[in-house]
């Protein structure tokens, strides 16, 4: 019967497994985000770098230290380092995978080349050419209990190298080799790590910055719900009203007549209730309190230039065309998309020149608000526009099924343009 190592024990033992030999290493990346461009080009060329920088020490220890020291011929050693530049390589996308193959190359290679004649390290210093940006790689790359592993097994086969190899090795500089071999890891799993709070404090601050813009088209869409009721209320009591007084008014009307009519009132009186009874959902909750003031009109826009000029805005107005015969429910998305331009040119262009431009085109209303580049910091309080910026101006303009754009513009300021379907039959007057 077998028994299972304790829970702690295995803990401790199952990275040190996997480092070894858990199969091949699917490319992850790497913890940071390439925000820049040359970053990019970087990360895209570093096999090709590495590889290159493989064959540059290869060449070099084959030529000048092998061959030199009469303990191969240069061709037949440049063959055998092969795999090692292969393994550098490597380990700029599968920084495990790399590191396995340099260290097997480093274990297997005293057995293939005859020692040297005086006492040597563990590893000669073109070994560590190789080894050590292997070991920095897995530490960025793999920041954590990884790192540690590749630090504890790597510790291990150094002893190996120094109490096992067939070289003249000189123990005393087993110490040495340690610290070498330790340096690359602690500061590749500090950039490493580095790198991955940043990632993770990007990837946060986006979602957080996604949930910000879905709870501000919810609030906006809620907003937007609770004006469109107080104009569509005006019209069924409106209704309401002129059912109840139609007996009265017109002479002559039959009994059908009256019934038809007075069915017509009640189903107006029962959708005003519907539509009381959710607006209620909508309400603000427990503190808030409702907005009570009457909603706005388009005809009322030359007050709001009134207000945004008091407040120190330099703005120029171009009103043209007959706006008060515009459907309510059209003339105070305009109103609303106005107000709420006026205000992101009053805070974040302060100082400079905005032009507002208000026209009827055929079949439609078209509104252009434009604040120029440059100005000055000006005094006063800022005008508020109590909606979500262009995320409200948008929707307002959905409703209606018509377009908005905003962005920067070709003379270096920032336009904001609405274009709202208008009816061509205008609404009757009771």
Known sequence: MTRSLPPRLARLARPLAEVVWPGLEPHRGWPGRASHRLTRLLWRWLPWLGGLYGLIVAISAAGGVINDGHRLVGGVAFLYLLPAAAGVALATRRALDGWRLVTLFLLVFPFLVPPPGPPVPPLEPWEWCLWMPVLLLVGVARPGRETVAVGVVSGVLLGALTLLTPWPVDPGLLVVSLFLMALPLVVGASVGARMSSQRALAQEQARVARAQAEQ?????????????????????????????????????????????????????????????????????????????????????????????????????????????????????????????????????????????????????????????????????????????????????????????????????????????PVPEEPKEKP
């Open 216 to 420: 501000g088209a919810l609030a906006e869409r809620a907003r937007i719900a609770r004006e469109m009721h107080d104009v569509v209320a005006h019209h069924m009591s409106m209704i309401a009203v002129r059912c109840e007084t139609a007996p009265y008014r017109l002479a002559g009307l039959n009994e059908t007549g009256q019934a038809e009519i007075a069915e017509i009132g009640s189903a107006a009186r029962a959708a005003m209730s519907d539509m009381q009874r959710l607006l209620g959902v909508l309400r603000p909750g427990e503190g808030g309190r409702a907005e009570l003031a009457p909603q706005p009109s388009l005809g009322e826009v030359r007050e709001l230039v009134d207000q945004a000029r008091a407040t120190g805005l330099r703005l120029d107005a171009d009103v043209d065309g007959d706006l008060g015969e515009l459907p309510e429910a059209v003339g105070l998305s305009a109103y609303r998309i106005v107000q709420e331009a006026l205000t992101n040119a009053r805070r974040h262009a302060p100082g400079a020149a905005v032009t507002l431009r208000l026209r009827r085109a055929q079949g439609g209303l078209e509104l252009v608000v434009r604040s120029a580049a440059g100005g000055r910091e000006p005094a006063g309080p800022v005008l508020g526009g109590g909606g979500h910026g262009l995320a409200g101006m948008r929707e307002r303009a959905a409703l209606h099924g018509g377009e908005l754009s905003a962005g920067p513009d070709a003379g270096g300021g920032f336009t904001v343009r609405a274009v709202l």
